[in-house]
């Protein structure tokens, strides 16, 4: 069964540098997704993405974060000038139409140090 | 804010014995999705019920939706060890933003 697949699975990184999350969506889906989930929290939603631009963003998503989709198959989340806060695991998912079930990877843990 | 809030926070059962997780939501809603997470593993979805359902079914699995009273069950019959996870409601009002719970924490006992 087609998988949404996360790297790098554990990510490291001093507070102030920018990081990339990247996440290769199943291949027939048309929209994409970040979450957020800090540890023993909820999942948080950040953005949602379709043709090539942002659908909806959440208040969590500012100028920090920012989304991409460089080729065919890649989904990119940045995040600039990390903090402490950004410390959590950020899940891509993807679905083949709106308000469908979506499929989640096994997401990227980030911790900031 | 829309956010589900799931309730029990953590329910410990006995193998074979059955499991009701429950949802409220606070605004209308399209479709109303469980999703299961495994320890340190992304979400699995495992059912959808439409606004204008009130019952569904998928093989040990049932969730009804109220949707006078904004809340949702997910009943898991005959639980296995293997079902031992967290379990989230998630809910849409409309477009692609959608609101996770806080989950409640299943741990079924061998």
């Known amino acids: 069964e087609p998988e949404v697949t996360q790297t790098p699975s554990h990510q490291v990184t001093q507070m102030g540098q920018e990081v990339i999350l990247r996440c290769v969506p199943i291949s027939n889906h048309l929209y994409f997704y970040w979450y957020r989930q800090i540890l023993g929290q909820k999942v948080e939603f950040l953005v949602s993405f379709y043709n090539n631009e942002i659908s909806e963003k959440s208040e969590i998503f500012d100028d920090q974060f920012s989304v991409e989709r460089p080729d065919g198959s890649n989904f990119t989340l940045k995040i600039r000038s990390t903090k402490l806060e950004d410390s959590a695991m950020y899940f891509c998912a993807s679905s083949a139409v709106p308000n469908q079930p979506q499929h989640f990877g096994d997401g990227t843990r980030l911790s900031i140090l | 804010s829309q956010q589900g809030e799931e309730d029990p926070q953590a329910l410990s059962i006995q193998e074979g014995e059955n499991a009701t997780m429950n949802c409220s939501y606070k605004t209308s809603i399209n479709n109303l999705q469980w999703y299961r997470q495994n320890s340190g593993r992304g979400l699995v979805h495992l059912i959808l019920?439409?606004?204008?359902?009130r019952e569904k079914h998928s093989g040990r699995l049932r969730v009804t939706l109220d949707t006078s009273k904004k809340s949702s069950s997910l009943l898991i019959t005959a639980s296995r060890a293997a079902d031992t996870a967290s379990y989230f409601c998630a809910t849409d009002a409309n477009g692609n933003q959608f609101y996770f719970g806080t989950g409640t924490s299943l741990t079924v006992i061998p």
């Open positions: 019920i439409r606004s204008n359902e």
